[in-house]
């Protein structure tokens, strides 16, 4: 009931999104590694567009936990993340790229954007079920990475 109810949010978010900013949306695209914490097993996100889709990748350190692609208009997509079954939608809120993953009873919105020159992107991750303190986390773009269009 919970993951219907916020699948259905998601889909109205979706439609109420503002400002098809596509410059803005281009900026996200790249690959991104963690800025803060200690410098041990830092994370890394590549997204990249295909189309209609995001591809998105994520590592920490060596080890791959998630390799998908899905639409980015609140369509339900079946993905693996770290090896466990999960669904995932993805929409822009006007220049934010929004994820929301439902693994189990487990769901997690992550919203990704650009801030400052734009070779600065935070993460926020929100725990919706069960709920718990929203962390937002640092990436810079690397230099080398070269992007999708």
């Known amino acids: 009931m919970i ?3 916020v699948t259905l949010s998601a889909l109205l978010l979706a439609t109420s999104a503002f400002g098809d900013d596509d410059s803005s949306r281009a900026k996200l695209l790249g690959r991104w590694q963690q800025s803060d914490g200690n410098g041990e097993n830092k994370s890394t996100w ?3 567009s295909s189309g209609g889709s995001m591809r998105v990748s994520s590592s920490n350190g060596s080890q791959t936990v998630a390799d998908f692609e899905c639409n980015t208009v609140g369509k339900e997509c079946t993905i693996e993340d770290a090896g466990r079954p999960s669904k995932v939608s993805m929409w822009f809120n006007g220049p934010k790229l929004v994820e929301l993953e ?5 769901i997690v919105k992550r919203r990704f ?3 400052g020159d734009g070779d600065t992107m935070n993460l926020e991750t929100i725990p919706i079920v069960p709920p718990a303190k929203v962390e937002t986390t ?3 773009r690397t230099p080398s990475a070269v992007a999708k269009h």
Do not use: P, V, Y
């Open 46 to 48: 590549t997204l990249e």
């Open 102 to 106: 439902t693994r189990g009873a487990q």
């Open 3 to 5: 993951a219907s109810m």
């Open 113 to 115: 954007s650009i801030t």
């Open 138 to 140: 640092h990436f810079k």
